[in-house]
């Protein structure tokens, strides 16, 4: 891959590995504050003596604001100065995580939250466009899978980090361990970003963006508290269907949509929408799971189930870049059907483990599993983004980003429940999570079948109109 000398939008040389480096280290520290907090939320609950599904709050609230903000960022993308975009987006994150250290309230603490996801919410699409943009399309594999360094292994080695911080500090070091981060990467760019895509100041939509902020965040709201109150949930999520329904409805009426559902012409694009975001529904559930059974059933610490999680999270750092260079070769066909094979293989043991199982195996089983999900998850929206015209790859990111939320929170809350009710009605602390496994592997069996409707040939062809 070249890293050396580009050209940016207006016509100057740029330092590619500069601008690569910030990017990177910027996404994988905003993407790491989704799952950063699981391990603290007992602290912040005892601290501000509130109960623990208050504070799953700043979870919840963290998560429905990026929904929202994703899907107006293809507009963000080419209505504002790159650089300038960039640094607005880690200024605003910045800010959030210094309201969130410093919080005397659980009320403020919650609203540093909020105003760290909106500058997530930029970050998380932006980082994927600009990696997808700055390369030709017979390149993009191996840059989405350092991309895919950041969207899946940041999330995976959240837990073991905040398990380390917490040993011997004390929940607000979660957010004080960020804020010099986040300035040495806005001092990055500062120095090596360049305005790489041309401006053409699209309208935003008022409408536009009232759909789909109400309608997203309905749905992932719905989602993410299905195990609580189903019947509540299930109203908000057929309204939040609904404002979506009207959200792309209105897009097929705009001279310049918000979200361009042209990209759903394209047959390739839609199986990759599928595929990745059943990729990401497994990747999510199987983070949610194997923790929560690890302390359930095995009465481990946070600590020591992040270690055991810790060798699968940086083996998928050594298999992203990797399945990147193998998709550029051969396609996205073999590398789908394999690794939904492998996964779900590799899911099959946790049907059967027990107490008494050695830890070892787990850690292996989980380790072999994220070979799996790591040869396929983040090339399968790379297939669906190569097919794309230029001018649609935001569009096509920002669909393929919220459907992953989405797909995130239906994890969260269908295999927590599963689990739970089954736990519960027959007292048992293994079965209801043995039962979740098995519903990932039929999933994963699913993405075997579907993975078979790729061509044979891979899609290396650069779209340009």
Do not use: C
């Amino acid at each position: 891959m070249d890293l050396t000398k580009s050209i940016d939008a207006n016509g100057k040389a740029y330092n590619k590995t500069v601008l690569v480096l910030a990017i990177i280290i910027g996404g994988f520290m905003t993407v790491l504050t989704e799952t950063l907090l699981n391990n603290g939320l007992a602290n912040i609950a005892q601290g501000f003596h509130i109960s623990l599904a208050t504070a799953q709050w700043i979870s919840t609230a963290n998560l429905l604001t990026i929904g929202v903000m994703i899907p107006i960022s293809a507009v963000f993308l080419y209505k504002f100065d790159s650089k300038k975009l960039y640094l607005t987006a880690l200024g605003i994150f910045l800010a959030g995580t210094v309201l969130a250290y410093v919080a005397p309230t659980f009320g403020w603490l919650l609203a540093g939250r909020v105003v760290q996801a909106v500058g997530v919410g930029i970050i998380m699409p932006f980082m994927r466009n600009i990696m997808v943009l700055i390369y030709p399309a017979n390149q993009r594999g191996m840059a989405m899978g350092i991309t895919g360094v950041v969207i899946a292994l940041a999330p995976a080695i959240g837990p073991t980090l905040s398990g380390w911080i917490l040993a011997t500090h004390t929940w607000r070091a979660l957010f004080g361990v960020l804020i010099p981060v986040t300035v040495a990467v806005m001092v990055l760019v500062v120095v090596g970003m360049r305005k790489l895509i041309p401006t053409t100041n699209p309208p935003l939509d008022l409408p536009s963006v009232l759909y789909s902020g109400f309608g997203f965040a309905g749905i992932l709201y719905g989602f993410s508290t299905i195990g609580s109150n189903w019947g509540l949930s299930l109203i908000v999520i057929l309204v939040g269907a609904g404002l979506v329904a009207l959200l792309l409805h209105r897009q097929t009426k705009l001279k310049d949509p918000m979200l361009n559902v042209t990209v759903f012409r394209y047959s390739t694009f839609n199986l990759s929408v599928v595929l990745s975001s059943l990729g990401q529904l497994s990747l999510l559930g199987m983070q949610v799971l194997v923790p929560v059974y690890l302390q359930s059933a095995f009465h481990l610490s946070a600590l020591t189930t992040g270690l055991l999680m810790l060798p699968g999270a940086l083996l998928m750092g050594v298999v992203n870049p990797l399945s990147g260079m193998l998709f550029d070769r051969y396609g996205i066909r073999k590398l789908a059907i394999s690794g939904f094979l492998i996964a779900g293989l590799a899911t099959v043991p946790f049907i059967f483990f027990t107490h008494s199982v050695s830890l070892v195996w787990v850690g292996s089983a989980y380790a072999v599993w994220m070979v799996g999900i790591s040869l396929m998850l983040m090339q399968l929206a790379t297939a669906g983004i190569n097919v794309l015209p230029v001018k649609l790859i935001a569009h096509g990111n920002a669909i393929n980003t919220m459907a992953g939320q989405i797909a995130g929170a239906i994890a969260t809350a269908l295999l927590i429940s599963v689990s739970g009710i089954i736990n519960a009605a027959t007292h048992s602390t293994v079965l209801g999570y043995q039962v979740a496994f098995g519903v990932l592997v039929i999933l994963l069996a699913v993405g075997v079948l579907a993975s078979l409707r790729f061509k044979r040939e891979p899609q290396l062809t650069p779209q340009t109109n």
